[in-house]
């Protein structure tokens, strides 16, 4: 058994996923927190965990708590609000794994060091089968001492760790690639509607985009599943839309002119609006192929 205690709030597809890969790894996960307490006590279950019913007894029972929240506004109410993971929290380790603005790490950077505990934000470039083998791809912002404190479980849930700068460093460089990769989705959607009004064999169209300029990694994850209408999530259409926006407003903020960025957001939020955001980001091609809604 690994020296720690592990806690998790957040308990979606990748917080799960994640909490079994460090149990396998030989980690005592301890305390549990989900607003679907139901889903909590499943996992809990599982795994031979506690879940609880408070925040503060996830502190009270977890020396490290991985954190994992859809928005600014969740993680603001885990930390902040009336029951908060700040509670008895000195010695203690939070490691904040959801795409968040900058500005939020930031401020939970200072109101850690202020109760005597550490944050840091480890963004994730990757989806669920990764979270569950322990292959995410990480880039880590915070206290370069705590990274380098915490690299082992680090990189028990990764094959790839980089750590990139103070707080709010890693938010920033995560926004950035889910932006070029939203863009890349939205092209490749775009051009696979065009071929299939065209009358082209999509697969032949797929092959020579491979071959060509046109690849991307994106192609290898998307396309098929574009052509299929099989969008199960591994990464939302709404969280597609959330991090477009943070990029965008990055961009503002220094007077960068986006053009492609915008036109990719509304059309993640487009989707969104129309009642399909828990698609996969691949449902994008619902908006340009001929015939779908």
Do not use: W
């Amino acid at each position: 058994m690994k020296q720690h205690t592990i806690g998790f709030v957040g308990l979606g597809r990748m917080g799960s996923n994640m909490a079994r890969c460090l149990n396998d790894q030989g980690y005592q996960i301890a305390a549990l927190f989900d607003l679907q307490h139901d889903i909590a006590a499943e996992l809990a279950a599982e795994l031979d965990a506690t879940a609880y019913s408070t925040l503060a007894e996830v502190t009270a029972h977890a020396d490290i708590i991985l954190t994992i929240v859809t928005d600014d506004q969740a993680m603001d109410a885990i930390f902040f609000g009336e029951d908060n993971l700040f509670t008895g929290a000195e010695n203690r380790t939070f490691i904040n794994c959801a795409t968040l603005t900058p500005a939020i790490h930031t401020k939970l950077d200072k109101a850690a060091e202020a109760v005597g505990a550490r944050c840091l934000e480890a963004c994730m470039a990757s989806s669920i089968p990764q979270a569950r083998n322990g292959e995410l791809f990480l880039m880590i912002g915070g206290n370069e001492a705590d990274f380098n404190a915490h690299k082992p479980l680090l990189d028990d849930l990764s094959k790839a760790l980089h750590y990139v700068g103070a707080a709010g460093k890693a938010s920033e460089v995560k926004a950035l690639v889910n932006m070029v990769m939203n863009i890349n989705t939205a092209a490749l959607a775009e051009g696979l509607g065009i071929g299939d009004a065209l009358g082209i064999d999509l697969k032949m169209l797929c092959d020579i985009f491979s071959q060509t300029g046109a690849n991307s990694r994106v192609l290898e994850t998307d396309a098929e599943d574009m052509i299929q209408r099989d969008h199960e999530c591994y990464f939302s259409a709404a969280h597609a839309a959330k991090d477009s926006g943070i990029a965008l407003s990055l961009a503002a903020s220094h007077g960068i002119q986006t053009p492609l960025a915008q036109a990719t957001f509304e059309q993640y939020s487009k989707l969104t609006e129309a009642g399909k955001g828990e698609l996969d980001k691949s449902g994008i091609a619902e908006l340009t192929f001929q015939g779908r809604s």
